[in-house]
């Protein structure tokens, strides 16, 4: 175990390099795009590359097609684009995004795996005309059957689609269905204006969070009630920018990854996001931060539950168990690792609370005590099919 070797360490190794999808199928896409009513992009984290985002950016440019993510493509649509973006879906199926893919007679899903989010969810009936575009062929099940792969480099067959393809001409009654999703997704976007009695709305805090950080910024999410928030309506603007873990939905991921974003990129602040709960699953590697002095800003929503599970449980059974947990001082918790520790006392505190950190040298955490009252809205109003 302690000898020394002479033996090379493996170095990167280059990506194969795969050709454009099939011409006649390319064809046959643009075609169907242009008799579709209400065509609709649903990009996933294979579209999230810097070259297939540039792609796909390009593509939206010039047809202002409409387009939905999965939380792992966030950022692919850019601030110059966001008319065309109507928000991201994952988890619960009861967002603007869902309605539009509910409303679409088409689907071009580009660079994406179901694992993100499940067909049985936004194509119950597996009525869906679905065109799948990726690198990978697609994982064909009841709901997910399309009607053509077009698989290739993804980035030069959308490349070869914008070429053919003119702008987007919709009918008055799909027109309709756009403004309406627009107006519901700044709604839901809004900060509610009532009483905190201490405790900070998430979008309180999503808000002043990104007014604060450049869109070049890493933010590492945890798995919990506050992921859900940040999804839906955190606006990230470049790609992997915006980091989530779905399919094994890793509890305290946010914290490690933040540490590891800071390797990549030594010296650039980082900022991930927890829960109280996700938090503590991975709190010991403050001691990793404290001596790389990553320079990482670590937030943590507290409200002494795991929230997410309760307000399921409460949606199932009208009870919870076995979800709540003892007061930590997570001021003193930080500082006795050699962190900095920060808490917002009352809302009026966040921006400069924030601010404080980010301008701080080597790790911070910020206790943010939460106000978690609209969080069984996460998960009701569903579409009418998620659940028969």
Not at 5 to 23: D, F, M, R, Y
Not at 372 to 388: A, F, G, M
Request: proline share 5%; with cysteine.
């Amino acid at each position: 175990m302690t000898a020394e070797t002479t033996v090379e360490s493996i170095g990167a190794l280059s990506k194969p390099q795969l050709g454009i999808a099939p011409t006649h199928e390319i064809t046959y896409v643009v075609e169907k795009i242009k008799s579709a009513k209400l065509p609709v992009i649903l990009l996933g984290m294979r579209a999230s590359t810097n070259e297939v985002t540039k792609a796909v950016r390009e593509l939206i440019a010039d047809t202002e097609l409409p387009v939905v993510e999965t939380y792992q493509a966030a950022g692919a649509i850019s601030r110059e684009l966001e008319d065309h973006f109507f928000g991201r879906v994952g988890l619960f199926r009861n967002q603007p995004g869902d309605i539009l893919l509910e409303e679409a007679d088409l689907v071009i899903s580009i660079g994406y795996d179901p694992i993100e989010y499940d067909p049985k969810f936004w194509n119950k009936l597996g009525d869906r005309t679905i065109i799948h575009l990726d690198d990978h062929q697609a994982d064909i099940d009841h709901d997910y059957q399309p009607e053509r792969e077009l698989i290739g480099d993804i980035a030069l067959t959308v490349n070869s689609i914008a070429e053919k393809l003119p702008k987007l001409v919709l009918n008055a009654k799909s027109e309709a269905v756009l403004e309406r999703l627009r107006a519901k997704l700044s709604e839901q976007a809004e900060v509610p204006n009532r009483a905190s009695e201490g405790v900070t709305h998430p979008l309180q805090v999503i808000r002043t969070l990104r007014s604060l950080i450049s869109d070049d910024t890493t933010v590492t999410c945890d798995i919990g009630s506050h992921s859900i928030w940040m999804a839906r309506c955190f606006r990230s603007y470049e790609p992997r920018r915006l980091l989530f873990s779905n399919g094994m939905q890793t509890l305290g991921v946010a914290l490690p990854w933040a540490i590891a974003a800071t390797l990549v990129e030594p010296g650039k602040k980082v900022v991930s996001v927890s829960g109280d709960g996700g938090f503590l699953f991975s709190s010991m590697e403050l001691e990793t931060a404290v001596r790389l002095n990553a320079p990482v800003v670590h937030l943590v929503w507290r409200d002494g539950t795991y929230d997410m599970v309760a307000f399921q449980q409460m949606m199932k059974y009208g009870r919870t168990s076995a979800t709540e947990f003892g007061d930590v001082d997570l001021v003193k918790y930080a500082e006795s690792f050699g962190a900095i520790g920060l808490r917002v006392n009352t809302p009026d505190e966040l921006e400069g609370v924030l601010r404080e950190a980010l301008e701080a040298e080597g790790p911070v955490i910020i206790d943010i005590p939460i106000d978690y009252r609209d969080n069984i809205k996460l998960s009701e109003k569903l579409l009418p099919n998620q659940l028969n």
